[in-house]
């Protein structure tokens, strides 16, 4: 793995990490610790609960994982069979095999032993990787609890309880399953909770499970890296959402895209359609299978598919550095979900773009999500409804034209074309085409500051003339 020295902060070493672990990290190409890392570190070797306000993509799966190896190492007792030394819960199966994936690479040289369970997987041979006992297991909530029903697995060895994305986890309805795993798990434990937001269920769950904690936090909540750059394209209904993607996608052939859908079947359909229409994509879902998401993962991450459409559940979690745009397809119910969507791209100090489209039903979740944020995304497209009625709980909300920037907030930039302009790819004549769905003027800056070629920030450079999907037909999402 080729260095990567992104973050310019305190060393391993400072830290209070033995040498060992600070030359695998070394080997890995982590010479300096991510601020999450470097506040929670110590606290995690003190022995302190812990709650870490943190996303993916900070560096916080070693920030719990090193401190935890670090204390497993220096208790140097071996996991009786059926036993587990320390557990880690995730939401879902990628996040459970990305976390374990980091942790392997940190117990290289060690014995520890990191075992994964999760659903959509075989029961059995779970169990039996467990029957030699374990170091560290990662796992998602449901599969844990049938492979403790089934005895074949106890948890009461465990020192370490480790929640990550526990937001997450509840808004996937886990809360009960976390509550028996929490009470099947010894008090004289260290429990370390990481969540992207602090809703007023994490606050309880965290009052009722963790010890005197300390709190450490790298982003505020709601806030998204700002990175990201954010831009809205107002339509009037589904199509002009597939010809805008279609538009901007055919514009940057070179990016890594990932496409959000409300649903399995929107994500589906839409999948198909760009397939149809000529773009390199796959899907992850809740009704595809582990090896079939797992497959599509590695395709994206390899560049061999350029989009992958996907639902929020799905794409939790996924570490995939390349990601150039996230589209929000549909906007999604919860504004947090928004927050951890665009948080998909910008990784590891690379920038990003983050394109949403917005039909007038959906314009009370783009206002929520702009009070979440604390900002106005910056109108690529089209127009704000005036005035929409159907937002929750039968309230009548007061949209805003383009210009319209709130106080003290970043105001709305001028729309560089209709909806329907831009899917159509009429823009006006001699007038800079706007490229990743971005303002013409924008697009110059940023051009300039890239010259050269390679722009080393994993910016999508445009190549040649871009790919023309093949058919012209009008599309449907
Ligand atoms: P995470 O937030 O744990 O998902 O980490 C995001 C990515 O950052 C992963 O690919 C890690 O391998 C990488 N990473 C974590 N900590 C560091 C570090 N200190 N230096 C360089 N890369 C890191």
Do not use: W
């Amino acid at each position: 793995m080729a260095p990567r020295k992104v973050f310019d902060l305190t060393t391993f070493h400072d830290l209070g990490l033995s040498k060992t672990i600070v030359a695998t990290l070394s080997a890995l190409g982590f010479e300096k610790a991510t601020p999450i890392q470097e506040k929670a570190i110590p606290l995690v070797l003190e022995g302190s609960d812990l709650i870490g306000l943190a996303q993916t993509g900070t560096g916080k799966t070693a920030a719990f994982g090193l401190p935890m190896i670090e204390k497993l190492l220096a208790d140097a007792r071996r996991p009786d069979p059926r036993n587990i030394r320390a557990l880690i819960l995730a939401p879902t199966r990628e996040l459970v095999n990305q976390i374990a994936d980091n942790l392997r690479d940190f117990v290289k040289k060690t014995p520890l032993r990191v075992v994964t369970v999760v659903g959509g997987a075989s029961i059995n041979k779970q169990s039996e990787m467990l029957s030699r006992g374990t170091d560290i297991l990662v796992a998602t909530p449901g599969r844990l609890l049938d492979l403790v029903a089934r005895k074949s697995v106890t948890l009461t060895q465990a020192r370490y309880l480790v929640l990550d994305e526990a937001d997450q986890m509840l808004d996937l309805g886990f809360i009960h399953d976390l509550r028996k795993i929490s009470k099947m798990v010894p008090k004289n434990r260290q429990t370390l909770l990481f969540s992207a937001t602090m809703p007023k269920l994490i606050g309880e769950l965290a009052g009722e499970y963790l010890v005197n904690p300390k709190k450490v936090e790298v982003t505020p909540p709601g806030k998204a890296a700002d990175k990201v750059e954010q831009y809205v394209h107002h339509v009037p209904g589904k199509d002009q959402k597939a010809q805008i993607l279609r538009k901007t996608l055919t514009d940057n052939p070179d990016g890594l895209s990932l496409v959000f859908s409300r649903t399995k079947h929107g994500a589906e359909k839409l999948m198909k359609h760009l397939d149809h229409i000529g773009f390199k994509a796959a899907s992850i879902h809740g009704n595809k299978s582990q090896g079939q998401r797992e497959r599509a993962l590695k395709a994206f991450r390899d560049g061999e598919i350029r989009v992958l459409v996907a639902t929020d559940v799905a794409a939790r979690g996924i570490d995939i550095l390349g990601v150039t745009h996230v589209y929000n397809y549909d906007l999604p119910e919860v504004p947090d979900a928004y927050v951890h969507r665009i948080g998909r791209t910008a990784r590891n100090g690379r920038d990003g773009i983050a394109i949403a489209f917005c039909t007038p039903d959906e314009a009370h979740l783009l206002r929520d999500i702009e009070k979440l944020m604390g900002i106005q995304i910056t109108v690529a497209s089209g127009e704000a409804p005036a005035v929409i009625t159907a937002g929750p709980g039968g309230k009548s909300r007061k949209g805003r034209g383009n210009g319209g920037g709130r106080a003290g907030q970043r105001p709305a930039r001028k729309p560089f074309g209709d909806g329907a302009q831009a899917a159509e790819g009429a823009a006006p004549s001699g007038a800079k085409r706007p490229q990743h769905g971005r303002p013409a003027q924008k697009q110059g800056e940023r051009q300039n500051r890239n010259h050269g070629g390679g722009n080393g920030q994993g910016r999508p450079q445009r190549q040649g003339k871009p790919r023309r999907p093949e058919g012209q037909r009008r599309e449907q999402a």
